[in-house]
């Protein structure tokens, strides 16, 4: 059983470019989460989902899109990368009906140059 | 704005010593679940433990246990015994109960162990 699972999970960007970072799990969750980790700062909501084809805005949104066409599947994707969005990327995700905890990705490390 | 406080950025334990980690939030509910994750230098967060709020018995997990301070808003968390395998990033988060969707965090407290 995978859980959650991140691609690719480093990444060098140039300044301007566009990636985007995928997020699977196989535990049939309905919620799905993206965090990003800076030093001092916890972990900050980017964006989330509660269920196929639907997503919402967190703390910090700009810079920032997602797609979830797919239960099982979040993407995160940078338009135009900024040396801000220098981070480590966490996915989440977990059942609509439960205690609430979140099961984790090992992180994505991005590095905007 | 719901928060979470972590009021202490670094801590550090002697091996086989006592540790406790302070939390305090911020909601007006009362009903939510609170949580420490723990986060080692492989980046991985791992669930340490759960408390419902509802419950008045304190949550405990072998080593780890919680003092879980309703009204206080408070929600510590002890490692007894620690060993050098429990350095790590702590984080405490609450979610509410029934129709929530975000988990808050607080910052963080870096614990380290002492041989």
């Known amino acids: 059983n995978a859980g959650v699972t991140q691609t690719p999970k480093f990444r060098v960007l140039k300044t301007g470019q566009s990636m985007t970072l995928l997020c699977a799990q196989d535990?049939?969750?309905?919620?799905m989460y993206w965090y990003r980790q800076d030093p001092g700062m916890g972990l900050r909501l980017i964006h989330y989902?509660?269920?196929?084809?639907?997503?919402a805005k967190g703390e910090v949104p700009d810079g920032y899109n997602v797609s979830r066409l797919k239960k099982q599947n979040f993407l995160l994707g940078l338009e135009s990368a900024a040396p801000s969005q220098t981070s480590v990327y966490f996915c989440?995700?977990?059942?609509?009906?439960?205690?609430?905890?979140?099961?984790f990705g090992e992180g994505s490390r991005l590095t905007v140059l | 704005a719901q928060t979470v406080t972590q009021s202490q950025p670094e801590m550090s334990v002697q091996e086989a010593e006592t540790v406790t980690l302070s939390c305090t939030y911020d909601?007006?509910?009362?009903?939510?679940?609170l949580f420490w994750y723990k986060q080692p230098p492989s980046r991985q967060m791992i669930l340490v433990i759960r408390?419902?709020?509802?419950?008045?018995q304190n949550a405990t997990e072998n080593r780890f246990s919680v003092n879980f301070q309703k009204a206080a808003k408070s929600f510590s968390l002890k490692i007894s015994d620690s060993q050098l395998g429990d350095a790590a990033m702590y984080f405490c988060?609450?979610?509410?109960?029934?129709?929530?969707?975000?988990?808050?965090f607080g910052k963080g407290t870096k614990l380290t162990v002492n041989p």
């Open positions: 989440a995700s977990r059942w609509r009906t439960y205690t609430g905890e979140l099961f």
């Open positions: 535990m049939n969750h309905e919620y």
């Open positions: 989902s509660v269920g196929e084809g639907t997503t």
């Open positions: 909601t007006s509910e009362s009903d939510y679940y």
């Open positions: 408390q419902e709020a509802y419950k008045q």
């Open positions: 988060a609450y979610i509410l109960q029934g129709g929530s969707e975000k988990l808050v």
